[in-house]
């Protein structure tokens, strides 16, 4: 068995870890989106969530390449902290996975896929407890495509398609979500707008996730 990664302990973690599963954050805004559109439509909610969890299994990482990836990551938190400047992280939807699967809040319940310069988010959420009416003890299972990007001090996360219990979501409502940048916040909140100013590019190109640190 694949010895587990030996990243810092979780309250040592800090923001950078987040920015390396940026998917996992869209995916919330996503999610919480959605729920709004369709609060009181009790009969498509029901439609587009589903009975059960869905397995999102991912492979064990090789006990060599777990332990190089968390150097990697450390190397760069420690850039990250120290504003040292010429930063960079280049990470491939494995090694995400493999960071996601160390979080309680998101293992087994997203898992990444990069298609060229877009993250597919699948996931499968409990909806108990959400307080979202009408949708009990039910999930939501299913796929959201979206781009994101942060250039010249801009960031820019749109939505391609969202598939939901094997349904893809209603066009009227995709048209709104594809014009909406889900990252027009970010720097509402003073702690995250400090860490966006470190960073000069976040891109996903090729199937993988860069990010790289403005100079110091």
Same mark, same amino acid.
């Given at each position: ?8 302990e ?5 923001? #950078? ?9 869209l ?18 909610l ?26 990697t990551?450390k190397?760069f ?13 280049? #990470? ?23 298609d ?5 988010a ?16 039910r999930?939501l ?10 250039e ?9 398609s ?8 209603p ?30 590019s ?6 993988k ?5 403005r100079?110091?």
């Amino acid at each position: 068995m694949a010895e587990p990664l030996a990243l810092p302990e979780k309250k040592k973690r800090g923001c #950078l870890f987040y920015a390396g599963v940026t998917a996992g954050v869209l995916l919330v805004g996503v999610f919480f989106a959605a729920v709004f559109a369709l609060i009181g439509l009790r009969d498509l909610l029901r439609a587009y969530t589903g009975t059960s969890a869905v397995a999102l299994t991912v492979e064990a990482m090789p006990a060599p390449r777990s332990d190089a990836l968390a150097e990697t990551v450390k190397a760069f938190r420690e850039s990250l902290k120290n504003s040292s400047g010429d930063g960079s992280l280049l #990470l491939g939807e494995d090694d995400l996975n493999a960071l996601i699967a160390r979080e309680p809040a998101l293992e087994g319940k997203l898992r990444i896929r990069i298609d060229s310069d877009t993250f597919k988010a699948q996931t499968s959420i409990p909806l108990k407890g959400s307080g979202v009416p009408f949708v009990g003890d039910r999930y939501l299972n299913g796929e959201i495509a979206f781009k994101a990007s942060f250039e010249d001090g801009v960031a820019v996360a749109t939505i391609d398609s969202i598939v939901l219990n094997d349904k893809p979501f209603p066009e009227a409502f995709m048209s709104l979500l594809r014009s909406e940048n889900l990252a027009r916040d970010f720097y509402r909140r003073p702690e995250t707008a400090e860490i966006l100013r470190k960073f000069e590019s976040v891109r996903v190109k090729d199937g993988k996730l860069s990010l790289k640190l403005r100079p110091k």
